[in-house]
């Protein structure tokens, strides 16, 4: 499949997940461009405050359905901060409609140069408590084009394909089940080391998982740096 195929073909499946996102309302921004190059202050004992077991509208990539964050920005920062691992840099929450919207992540900028962005985490309140959760994550970068963002899958080895670049062409896969703190597997393969992504298929070992688990699908490129997130795409399967 050419290039330009597999673009878009990732191209259609970010409307796809934007479309659930949103009504037939403009979108609204709230604000440009990172608004911070580290964490704001926030409150993580109240943010996380677990309910009882329920079930979400769609599948998120994070937190797990019984965690429930009261705004956009707390569960951004969360999902960059445990999933990545690494301290947040996040643009301003822009509204889709009055329950979804988007926010970028940025790196930090390295010895104070210029953030640069890493990718777009889309959000939407789901669940009987109306929480804020991170619903997918997409950069034309780094990203799955098999299988389907909430596609069903079997508790065992999982085909994967998608693009990746990264630093000596690094491109880091793993998977977890949502909320989780360890993950399930990890694959280090190849992938574009200089503008363009380039494609890779590799086989991620999701035995670990029960059945009606979300499993969390990341696509990260290396970049030699620790506080650099990398581009990164992710998308939430469910176990059948």
């Known amino acids: 499949?050419?290039?330009s195929r597999r673009f878009a073909a990732i191209a259609a499946a970010a409307v796809l997940v934007l479309a659930a996102c949103s009504d037939d309302d403009d979108i609204a921004e709230t604000g440009d461009g990172p608004t911070t190059t580290q964490a704001p202050e926030t409150t993580t004992t109240a943010a996380r405050e677990p309910t009882a077991p329920a079930e979400l509208e769609q599948p998120a990539i994070w937190p797990a359905a019984d965690v429930v964050f009261a705004t956009p920005g707390e569960a951004a920062e969360d999902f960059v901060a445990e999933v990545l691992g690494v301290e947040p840099?996040?643009?301003?929450?822009?509204?889709?409609d009055?329950?979804?919207g988007e926010i970028e992540?940025?790196?930090?900028?390295e010895g104070g140069g210029s953030a640069v962005s890493r990718s777009l985490l889309l959000l939407r309140q789901l669940g009987p408590d109306s929480g804020w959760f991170v619903i997918a994550a997409v950069n034309e970068n780094a990203a799955f084009t098999a299988p389907e963002s909430g596609t069903e899958v079997p508790a065992g080895p999982l085909a994967v394909e998608g693009l990746g670049r990264g630093f000596e062409a690094t491109v880091v896969l793993t998977a977890r089940v949502v909320g989780a703190a360890s993950e399930l597997d990890m694959v280090i393969t190849s992938g574009g080391a200089l503008e363009d992504p380039e494609p890779f298929t590799e086989t991620l070992d999701l035995s670990g998982a029960t059945s009606g688990d979300t499993v969390l699908l990341l696509v990260r490129g290396g970049t030699g740096l620790e506080?650099?997130?990398g581009d990164f795409g992710a998308?939430?399967?469910?176990?059948?």
Not at 105 to 109: H, N, R, Y
Not at 235 to 240: F, G, L, Y
């Open 98 to 100: 009055s329950r979804s």
């Open 235 to 240: 998308i939430p399967v469910v176990i059948q």
């Open 89 to 96: 840099s996040l643009g301003a929450f822009r509204a889709g």
């Open 227 to 229: 506080s650099d997130p």
């Open 105 to 109: 992540v940025f790196s930090p900028g």
């Open 1 to 3: 499949m050419s290039f």
